[in-house]
């Protein structure tokens, strides 16, 4: 057993109202510069809808991730062997035409106009270039299924579906949609850090964030096509690859990355996992459907003694241990089996995790009232959102795992209403949650952390250690002798 | 001071004999590719008695700049460059008024003997065969090297007779080079020791064999049988050959890369766009 510690993420969808206040946080402290106007660390995406860039899981044009060959895995875009015939081209990079053009407006000739009978406006500029263009698209540019003929429709999630199904998602009364906000996902199989040439991709061994050195980096952009979620971006001022550092800055100070601390929805949560790191390449060999349990396996027990003991001689901290204790995140992913990861068919392991999102009941006219005490579940099963949609966005493309995560909430949400409400009796209430393989004391735990949690509940931030972290790349003393005083800017002797 | 005189003398003994070697040496290596002492003409004259045909001063003179005195319109000179077919005597920078005075009493040397050793080249007149020539064309081309392992002809030469992009630019062409020195003589002996400053720093520390000289003889007189290439064709075919090239290679590079990204976005939205409006064209013709 080869422990380790990795901070990872958890977002509930279901809480999720899509106002992008993460996106602007992360915007305007980090991708608010020369190179970086077309980035978005942060972003939230309408689904059903094609995101940011357009169609990013479409993996036959983007080439992202791992693919399974010769009993094995390897990235789809690159390889040893494949670099070296591409090195002066990359063939699997997305254009700038599908993130979108970056632009603002000439508000000179708003405020400046001379006096006339027209209007004034201001036209928009790229930020690229600077002359005027013609806005054709944008970040979000789908948002709440704007332009659903062209984009909802053509999300691929939607290939699972049936041709009715697809007909009823788009028909005018069931239209639905739900948010997917997206960060990186600071794999434990990343294939950006598998495709650098140069070496510049790393994970963070105290924290599993991963990270691009920008000293190191050389511009290849191997790692924005080798990532199947399209988290990294080529900064085209700096020539170098910049992607989402997980806040450090902020976490090392104790502070929850910026997008979760804006979040309005509260649907963030953050803390430690440990898993065991030698189990990695058999996970990510294994079929498509045996892909969610198995990373579940990878994450361990933190309150078990020989994971504690195992932890203890890798040298995590005892505050880190104690910090995976309390994890809500352990909690939504292991314990409750809420959380799912996104696309884990990339292979790459995400260690962000998603609570699926219920949606209304698919209703008609002979139907609109269902017995809850006979059958629970039903509006769950009949939901306007697929299963088979959520299967394939979140399930490694089984059914089961949603379903049961949509259950639990559902149950939950029954064992509330017979609380406050009373409509319901306490024993039917009882037996959905016992349907749902839910004991009274998690409903209350999976309510109180879902409804009514605290900021510090929500972000069981570990510890950084970072003077321990240091001595993984530098010695203390040297390191000590080399900063204290102008180390952003050195003081010079000059004249 | 006895002994200091005798080594003074020994010395300059020596000096001289070495002197008077180095001299046969320097003519043998830069005169004789055109010059005989007694052996007829070959692209430029038999020296034999040549002080008898014009004073040292004048000889001098032309032997330090021969296009110089040439250009300046004497007469003797035209008459050389008429006999010469045109071929103007390099000049040497080696070259200098003392070395020029040397050669000289050596030609004077020269031709008292009854037979010289300049006088030239015992070049074999035997008729030149279908495989001399194919020999010719195999060195010329580089397929067989050369036995001392200097570059091959088509390096810097072009001739007529190469398939594709022709030869080399940088040295003159090849094709009639034949004629141009006037015969098999000439010709084989000034490819045995080549006089111009760049075939002489390329053929001097490995020259060419007799039997090589023979076969490219053979290989020259066989092309002069041909016309030269056009040079301005030529330079049209080499760039409609690269242009055709380049069409083709990015073609081979589409077929190679074929499965690259291409845009996503836009394909999907004026496929879109496309569908809507051919439905709105249609309903509006039913209607």
């Given amino acids: 057993m080869n422990v380790r510690s990795q901070v990872s993420m958890v977002f509930h969808l279901d809480k999720c109202i899509g106002c992008h206040t993460c996106s ?17 660390w942060n972003n939230v995406e309408t689904k059903p809808g094609t995101g940011y860039p357009t ?11 791992w693919e399974k060959k010769n009993g094995g895995i390897r990235l789809k875009s690159t390889g040893k062997g494949r670099i070296v015939p591409n090195i002066f081209h990359n063939p699997s990079q997305p254009s700038m035409d599908d993130y979108y053009e970056p632009w603002t407006y000439k508000y000179d000739e708003l405020f400046n106009a001379p006096e006339g009978p027209d209007q004034p406006t201001a036209r928009p500029v ?34 699972a579906l049936t041709e009715d199904q697809r007909q009823a998602l788009f028909s005018v009364e069931q239209l639905v949609f739900f948010y997917f906000p997206r960060i990186c996902n600071h794999c434990l199989n990343p294939g950006c850090v598998a495709a650098c040439p140069s070496g510049a991709l790393y994970k963070r061994g105290e924290d599993g964030i991963v990270l691009i050195d920008q000293k190191k980096c050389r511009g290849w952009r191997s790692c924005v096509a080798a990532c199947p979620y399209k988290k990294t971006y080529y900064n085209w001022s700096t020539g170098k690859s910049e992607k989402c550092i997980l806040c450090f800055p902020r976490l090392e100070t104790g502070q929850a990355p910026a997008c979760f601390h804006s979040c309005v929805g509260r649907i963030r949560y953050l803390g430690v996992l440990l898993y065991d790191a030698d189990k990695i390449q058999e996970v990510a060999n294994l079929p498509d459907d045996q892909l969610v349990d198995a990373q579940r396996s990878m994450i361990l027990d933190p309150h078990d003694e020989n994971v504690i003991e195992a932890a203890r001689k890798n040298g995590i901290h005892e505050s880190v241990i104690e910090s995976a204790q309390a994890s809500p995140v352990y909690k939504f992913v292991k314990e409750w089996k809420l959380a799912l990861p996104p696309h884990i068919e990339y292979r790459t392991l995400p260690m962000l995790f998603y609570v699926p999102p219920l949606s209304p009941v698919m209703a008609s006219l002979d139907d609109t009232l269902t017995s809850i005490d006979k059958d629970f579940f039903h509006d769950v099963e009949e939901s306007r959102v697929p299963l088979k ?18 259950k639990k909430m559902k149950a939950i949400r029954i064992y509330r209403r017979a609380m406050t409400v009373g409509d319901i009796t306490m024993e039917t209430a009882q037996r959905a949650l016992k349907e749902a393989d839910c004991t009274i004391e998690q409903a209350e735990a999976i309510y109180k952390l879902t409804s009514l949690c605290t900021f510090d509940e929500r972000f069981v931030i570990p510890p950084m250690n970072r003077e321990e972290a240091i001595e993984m790349m530098k010695d203390p003393h040297e390191h000590r002798t080399n900063t204290g005083f102008g180390f952003v800017d050195s003081p010079k002797r000059s004249f | ?74 007469p003797y000179a035209q008459e050389l460059l008429s006999q010469a077919r045109g071929a103007i005597m390099p000049s040497f ?34 008729p030149f065969t279908e495989a001399d020539v194919d020999k010719g064309r195999r060195l010329f081309m580089g397929y067989e090297r050369l036995e001392n392992k200097a570059a091959p002809c088509i390096s ?33 002996t000034w490819l045995s020791a080549p006089a111009t400053p760049s075939m002489q720093s390329v053929f001097k520390p490995q020259p060419l064999t007799p039997d090589e000289v023979l076969a490219l003889t053979a290989f020259f007189e066989h092309t002069l049988q041909r ?36 845009s996503v976005r836009r394909v999907l939205v004026n496929s879109v766009n496309e569908e809507i409006l051919k439905r709105a064209n249609s309903e509006s013709k039913d209607a």
């Fill in chain 1, 55 to 65: 169609k990013w899981e479409d993996q036959e044009k983007y080439k992202g991730g």
């Fill in chain 2, 1 to 74: 001071m006895y002994m200091a005189a005798i080594v003074a003398a020994a010395l300059l003994l020596l000096y001289t004999s070495a002197s008077a070697q180095e001299t046969e040496e320097y003519f043998r290596q830069n005169c004789m590719s055109c010059h005989t002492i007694g052996g007829g003409r070959l692209t430029g004259p038999d020296l034999k008695d040549v002080e008898s045909r014009k004073d040292r001063d004048w000889l001098v003179r032309f032997m330090l700049d021969p296009r110089g005195v040439i250009e300046s319109g004497d």
């Fill in chain 1, 126 to 159: 790229s930020m690229v270039t600077g002359e005027y263009i013609n806005v054709e698209s944008g970040p979000n540019w789908d948002d709440d299924l704007g332009g659903s003929r062209q984009y909802a429709e053509n999300d691929p999630n939607l290939d």
């Fill in chain 1, 389 to 406: 949609f959520l299967a394939s966005l979140l399930g490694g493309g089984s059914e089961g795992k949603v379903l049961y995560a949509l």
């Fill in chain 1, 24 to 40: 602007i946080a992360c915007k305007n402290v980090w991708t608010d510069r020369k190179g970086a106007e077309y980035m978005w």
């Fill in chain 2, 227 to 262: 016309n030269p290439t056009d040079p301005s064709t030529a330079r049209l075919n080499f760039l409609l050959i690269g242009v055709g090239a380049v069409v083709l290679i990015l073609g081979v590079f589409d077929v190679i890369w074929n499965k690259r990204f291409r």
């Fill in chain 2, 156 to 188: 810097c030469h072009a001739i007529n007779d190469i398939p594709g992009l022709g030869g080399g630019t940088l040295a003159p062409d090849l094709t009639t080079v034949y004629e141009r020195y006037s015969g098999r003589k000439t010709l084989s």
């Fill in chain 2, 93 to 126: 920078p080696t070259m200098t008024k003392k070395r020029a005075g040397q050669l000289l009493d050596l030609i004077a040397e020269e031709s008292k003997l009854e037979r010289s050793q300049f006088k030239g080249l015992q070049v074999s007149d035997r």
